[in-house]
């Protein structure tokens, strides 16, 4: 079996997921993240939860996360840009994390990537983090 052509340098990210992951950079480190929930991600997303290397199943699963997180510390995701990976189908974030504390904002050296899949009704059906 050869191996998935890459995309043309023309592919674009559809306009849809392009919009919907720019949303959600936008509104996780806010009030409005979990009402934002259903808009974005399927209900039985797959997401991982990289501190204790397990993945999570499901909207509420992924709110019950966040909300842990968020009761620890203020995360910060910066968004830096958006591609195709080279399969051409899955969205490619590559994000800045950080934390905030009565210091300020205070953010990480190298960047990750969150690597997206979306689902036939166009939220998110998965999501994995890699090192580019």
Known sequence: MSPSPSPSPSAEIPAAQEALLRQMYEVFSTAERDAFIPHCLASDVDWPNVADGVRLHGREAVRAYWAAQFAAAHPLVRLEGLRLDKD?????????????????????????????????????????????
Request: proline share 7%; charged share 35%; glycine share 8%.
């Open 88 to 132: 051409g189908l899955r969205v490619v974030a590559t994000v800045r994390p950080g934390l905030r504390d009565e210091a300020g904002d205070h953010w990480a050296e190298e960047p990750v990537e969150h690597v997206y899949r979306f689902a036939a009704d166009g939220l998110v059906s998965r999501m994995d983090v890699r090192r580019p």
